[in-house]
């Protein structure tokens, strides 16, 4: 019994050092990533709630791999491998703000010549028992993929990246600092010209020659054209599409009971679409090559860095915190340094996080926990 009460105060003073080492890297301004060293459900349990702005993780992948010291990956069946990680995704969810984000990177696998649908499964189960909120699935083309012996089926160079919110509205998103820089607007022989080359004078003769609008609507047309025109001059808009009554295609749908645009053509006989002029959002398709592995000394899952920038840029404010709870190597909190966030990595293998350690640029870490 004495024994046994030593052992659970011992318990009791590691996890409220943890704890308190967490707190005051919440006040503390250095970005040099924490490590905490252990299970996952342990360490996650150490950090209090709505404390993390942003989760960026790569759980290790189903019966695929050997990772050092063990952990999630090695059960028996998918079953049990969704259920642990299940697990995880609740405490992530119970420490993450309401104003944060989780991105889940999730790869699949095949059993008895069927491929199992993990992502989707993990994905669907968040949504459906745990009430997260989806927000995009993006596909990760990897342009590359390992050596794949089968005849009869495409091989696989593409995975999942989901991004969940704890809540519909009200999350953190800084969406200018993805978009990728607008083209500016121009005059070309007196002719105001957009980011695309658009210049007014074909919607102008559309809208002059056109059989479906009447007077009114046309001299409202002109008028709207006109004013548009002028903002694309002063740069208060870079570029835009008119969409005029039987001139073009009408997006979305034509039900003026399903769509507002497709109302607004029966009502005016024309609307506009604008482009924002700060640039456009990525797309949910992510053109990145694997990390050279030869990099890695020990861990082998390529996980680039450039994987983490989006998310990171997004949904991290400059002074949140990232957390990764299978962290490995470190990679997510090697981006969340380089960006100027703090970040907390998690990993059951010390060999790992030594390795992580040494990959933010030769500074001192605040140790491992």
């Not at 759980?59 to 028996?76: K, V």
């Given at each position: 019994?004495?024994?046994?009460?030593?052992?659970?105060?011992?318990?009791?003073?590691?996890?409220?050092?943890?704890?308190?080492?967490?707190?005051?890297?919440?006040?503390?301004?250095?970005?040099?990533?924490?490590?905490?060293?252990?299970?996952?459900?342990?360490?996650?349990?150490?950090?209090?709630?709505?404390?993390?702005?942003?989760?960026?993780?790569?759980?290790?992948?189903?019966?695929?791999?050997?990772?050092?010291?063990?952990?999630?990956?090695?059960?028996?069946?998918?079953?049990?491998?969704?259920?642990?990680?299940?697990?995880?995704?609740?405490?992530?969810?119970?420490?993450?703000?309401?104003?944060?984000?989780?991105?889940?990177?999730?790869?699949?696998?095949?059993?008895?010549?069927?491929?199992?649908?993990?992502?989707?499964?993990?994905?669907?189960?968040?949504?459906?028992r745990q009430k997260w909120t989806?927000?995009?699935?993006?596909?990760?083309?990897?342009?590359?993929?390992?050596?794949?012996?089968?005849?009869?089926?495409?091989?696989?160079?593409?995975?999942?990246?989901?991004?969940?919110?704890?809540?519909?509205?009200?999350?953190?998103?800084?969406?200018?600092?993805?978009?990728?820089?607008?083209?500016?607007?121009?005059?070309?022989?007196?002719?105001?010209?957009?980011?695309?080359?658009?210049?007014?004078?074909?919607?102008?003769?559309?809208?002059?020659?056109?059989?479906?609008?009447?007077?009114?609507?046309?001299?409202?047309?002109?008028?709207?054209?006109?004013?548009?025109?002028?903002?694309?001059?002063?740069?208060?808009?870079?570029?835009?599409?008119?969409?005029?009554?039987?001139?073009?295609?009408?997006?979305?749908?034509?039900?003026?009971?399903?769509?507002?645009?497709?109302?607004?053509?029966?009502?005016?006989?024309?609307?506009?679409?604008?482009?924002?002029?700060?640039?456009?959002?990525?797309?949910?398709?992510?053109?990145?090559?694997?990390?050279?592995?030869?990099?890695?000394?020990?861990?082998?899952?390529?996980?680039?860095?450039?994987?983490?920038?989006?998310?990171?840029?997004?949904?991290?404010?400059?002074?949140?915190?990232?957390?990764d709870p299978f962290c490995g190597?470190?990679?997510?909190?090697?981006?969340?340094?380089?960006?100027?966030?703090?970040?907390?990595?998690?990993?059951?293998?010390?060999?790992?996080?030594?390795?992580?350690?040494?990959?933010?640029?030769?500074?001192?870490?605040?140790?491992?926990?």
């Amino acid at each position: 019994m004495a024994t046994k009460h030593k052992e659970l105060i011992m318990k009791e003073l590691i996890e409220n050092e943890i704890t308190n080492q967490f707190i005051d890297y919440q006040e503390d301004s250095s970005i040099v990533p924490l490590y905490f060293s252990g299970d996952v459900l342990e360490m996650l349990s150490q950090l209090p709630d709505d404390s993390i702005d942003c989760c960026m993780t790569s759980p290790p992948y189903w019966g695929q791999r050997q990772y050092s010291s063990g952990g999630i990956g090695l059960e028996d069946s998918f079953e049990d491998f969704i259920e642990h990680l299940l697990n995880v995704t609740l405490e992530v969810q119970r420490v993450l703000k309401d104003t944060g984000s989780f991105w889940l990177n999730m790869g699949d696998t095949y059993k008895k010549k069927s491929l199992v649908g993990i992502p989707w499964r993990i994905a669907i189960a968040m949504m459906d028992r745990q009430k997260w909120t989806l927000r995009n699935n993006v596909i990760w083309n990897k342009h590359k993929g390992g050596l794949d012996s089968s005849k009869d089926r495409l091989r696989t160079i593409h995975e999942n990246i989901f991004h969940f919110v704890k809540k519909p509205k009200g999350y953190y998103y800084n969406d200018e600092a993805i978009r990728t820089k607008a083209r500016k607007t121009k005059v070309k022989n007196g002719a105001v010209v957009s980011a695309t080359g658009v210049t007014g004078v074909r919607y102008k003769r559309q809208i002059e020659l056109s059989t479906s609008l009447n007077d009114n609507e046309k001299d409202k047309a002109l008028k709207a054209l006109n004013e548009v025109l002028a903002k694309i001059q002063l740069g208060e808009v870079s570029d835009f599409r008119m969409i005029i009554r039987n001139q073009q295609r009408t997006t979305h749908s034509d039900s003026a009971k399903v769509s507002g645009r497709a109302k607004e053509l029966v009502e005016k006989g024309f609307y506009f679409l604008f482009y924002n002029p700060k640039g456009t959002l990525p797309t949910d398709v992510w053109d990145i090559i694997p990390e050279d592995t030869q990099k890695r000394e020990k861990h082998f899952a390529p996980f680039p860095k450039d994987l983490c920038r989006i998310p990171i840029l997004a949904t991290c404010p400059e002074n949140g915190i990232v957390l990764d709870p299978f962290c490995g190597t470190g990679t997510a909190m090697t981006v969340a340094y380089e960006l100027g966030r703090k970040s907390i990595g998690i990993d059951i293998a010390n060999d790992y996080l030594e390795i992580a350690k040494k990959r933010i640029n030769g500074q001192q870490t605040l140790g491992i926990f």
